[in-house]
């Protein structure tokens, strides 16, 4: 036991290290801004207690919906839960509600049969009902179905997904997202049960659309292999289990990307959904190994790719991409990576980049990926930071077991990367965002990445959340975000305080400008606009910025061993160079460099620093395309102990008969 210890905790160190120093192609932990103190103020937030809830909060007179989120955890999926009570209900005849409060003082079993009886759930629905209950204060989920429904949902697959599904999510926002994947499943689940005659549907419900495609797929027709849906078999198969040596060779990686490809199809025609085929990239292995598998939907995309067929193959160096001249709708294609001299199918940059819009069709959402030289017709996509981690000799599984066994802020945030990042498991990994941020309130960093990593997803209000508690570093992302959760009105505001920082900053002017139209305000648009202009003509260039930079890029932080300086002793400490450098046209007084940091334990404030600047002269004026530098270690005088650090440089200039303006830049350092 002891060696495994040691050999554990030897792995974690490399891990860590890693993270440092890995530049190819991406540094694990990404450093952008700046700050940091020499007296130390500890400013955790104060948690806010949610409100309490009991049975009578859910109760069809208080809360009459069939989606009910009294707690506040089902994030921006709370239209799509209607959506698909709504179709469970027209398409089955099952009354499906989805409900979720905090009761700390009520087990969830006696919690669900009182809210499932009293709400009168499938009383007047043809084939019953079904209740899914979440409950954040226990951590806890169930799932409750009518009497009539009990062999169609038995208790041992109602109770794993309760419990594998649904529970370890129940106190996070992104619960909505696991309720969606349940529903989905469970209403495939009972088609099986209809055609294995475990559940009669009324005539008119078997003349609908989707049952009349199921039936195609159970009767051997559409291209279905009868043995592989039969309806009988599918209820009790184990979609993951682990494909016999004898037969592994059928699914076996190819040293030609054709071949790799046609062994994937393979597995989507015979229904393999095993994690540890050497088939697929280890980021796909993590992600087939964390969500279920469901059958019908590997079908459908296995037509798909016999309808579009021929391929198209295009490589660049160990990437290659499988598309088609006249793909079927719906159809996205095949990326394939090359390790170790064969072609591994890679799923995890599949849908990690690339999104489905309302109409099924496929477009590139972002572009910062080695397969976008194959992936043109799909869009030119944006460039998000979401590149996979490069662990070197480090595998996966080794690093995120490396760290869950690990306490610290940063080992859960960077579990999260590694899920979010490499297997793409998003649900997962904003799971280790927000544990991150429970072990370390103050960190703005892993604030701002759990927005952004909402926010690319679609949570848009767990976004909001996020970039709200940032302050005026957030505001431009927490407008687009308030914009995109629908609330323009809010967004508007925002832009406007965006505003007065910078009111020459045409960017915000547009956003304000857009804003302003959404919300009616026509007159105020038109003003923006004359705004605009007016800037754009000045050729003084008020619109381009004092700019913060930051050298070296990427610094070291140290929270080891302390270095001396004349003053003392400096702990938590990196050495950098901070420039400001005027951009515009002409000379600005530099009014304000407010300085501060946030760690994993503290947060300090020093005010303002502008005095340590080495101006010329008695002035603080910078000239058109002039610049000015500070370089010294920064650092606490007293231990910290902090594992990441962001410093945070706030700047406000001014022209001669200009308005004031602001901008901030941050550099978020990590342990090593």
Not at 51 to 75: K, N, Y
Not at 548 to 563: V, W
Request: charged share 25%; with cysteine.
């Amino acid at each position: 036991m002891r060696a495994l210890l040691l050999t554990l905790l030897s792995i974690t160190v490399a891990f860590v290290a890693w993270v440092g120093i890995q530049e190819d192609p991406l540094p694990p932990v990404p450093v952008a801004s700046v700050e940091v103190p020499a007296a130390v103020e500890n400013a955790a937030p104060a948690p806010t207690s949610p409100e309490v809830h009991g049975p009578s909060d859910a109760s069809i007179e208080a809360a009459p919906g069939a989606v009910e989120d009294l707690a506040g955890v089902f994030g921006g999926f709370g239209h799509t839960l209607e959506w698909q009570t709504q179709s469970w209900r027209d398409d089955l005849g099952i009354s499906v509600h989805v409900l979720s409060l905090r009761a700390p003082d009520h087990e969830i079993a006696p919690l669900a049969e009182e809210l499932f009886s009293a709400r009168r759930i499938g009383a007047d629905a043809p084939s019953g009902g079904l209740l899914i209950l979440v409950n954040p204060a226990r951590h806890e989920a169930r799932i409750e179905v009518s009497y009539e429904l009990e062999h169609v949902f038995p208790d041992l697959i109602v109770g794993r997904l309760a419990r594998n599904q649904l529970a370890p999510y129940a106190a996070y926002r992104a619960v909505g997202m696991a309720v969606m994947d349940v529903l989905h499943f469970l209403k495939d689940y009972a088609y099986l049960q209809a055609h294995a005659g475990n559940l009669e549907l009324d005539a008119t419900l078997r003349e609908r659309q989707e049952y009349k495609e199921k039936a195609r797929y159970l009767s051997g027709g559409a291209g279905a292999q009868a043995d592989f849906f039969d309806a009988a078999a599918l209820l009790d198969r184990d979609w993951k289990a682990v494909v016999p040596a004898a037969k592994r060779a059928r699914y076996a990686p190819s040293e030609d990307p054709r071949e790799s490809a046609e062994a994937f199809l393979r597995t989507l025609r015979d229904g393999i959904g095993d994690p540890t085929l050497p088939l697929f990239t280890p980021g796909s292995q993590c992600m087939r190994d964390g969500v279920p598998f469901a059958p019908f939907e590997q079908f459908e995309r296995l037509r798909r790719y016999e309808g579009s067929k021929p391929f198209e193959v295009t490589v660049q160096g160990d990437h290659a991409v499988l598309d088609s001249k006249r793909p079927a709708h719906g159809f996205v294609p095949i990326l394939l990576a090359k390790r170790d001299g064969l072609w591994r199918v890679d799923l995890a940059e599949t849908w990690k980049n690339l999104f489905f819009d309302a109409d099924g069709d496929y477009w590139h959402k972002n572009a910062s990926h080695p397969y976008r030289f194959g992936l043109h017709r799909f869009g030119a996509g944006a460039n998000h930071d979401l590149r996979a981690w490069q662990l070197g000799e480090l595998r996966l599984p080794q690093a995120i077991d490396a760290l869950n066994a690990r306490p610290g802020a940063l080992d859960a945030f960077q579990q999260g990367e590694l899920l979010y990042r490499n297997c793409w498991l998003p649900l997962e990994a904003l799971t280790h965002y927000e544990r991150a941020l429970e072990l370390a309130p103050n960190s703005q960093f892993f604030r701002e990445t759990l927005g952004d990593r909402a926010s690319y997803i679609g949570f848009h209000d767990l976004a909001v959340s996020a970039y709200e508690k940032l302050h005026a570093r957030g505001w431009w992302k927490l407008a687009h975000a308030q914009r995109n959760a629908g609330d323009p009105e809010a967004a508007l505001a925002t832009a406007r305080k965006l505003m007065e920082r910078d009111p020459y900053r045409i960017e915000v002017l547009e956003l304000v400008r857009t804003l302003a139209e959404e919300t009616g305000d026509l007159d105020g648009a038109s003003g923006i606009m004359r705004q605009i202009a007016a800037i754009r003509a000045n050729p003084h260039r008020p619109q381009d910025p004092v700019t913060i930079q930051f050298a070296p890029a990427r610094p070291t932080f140290d929270p080891g061993l302390p270095i001396q300086i004349e003053s003392g002793s400096l702990y938590d400490h990196s050495s950098f160079g901070v420039t400001l450098k005027n951009t515009s046209a002409r000379p600005v007084e530099i009014a304000r460099i407010g300085f501060s940091s946030t760690g994993t334990v503290s947060y300090a404030g020093q005010g303002d620093i502008r005095g340590q600047f080495p101006f010329s002269g008695n002035t603080h004026r910078i000239g058109p395309g002039e610049s000015i530098t500070l370089s010294q270690s920064w650092g606490f005088t007293v231990p910290q102990g902090n594992e990441q650090i962001s410093y945070v440089f706030d700047v406000c200039w001014k022209a001669t008969s200009e308005r004031r303006q602001c901008t901030d830049g941050r550099l978020d350092l990590y342990a090593q």
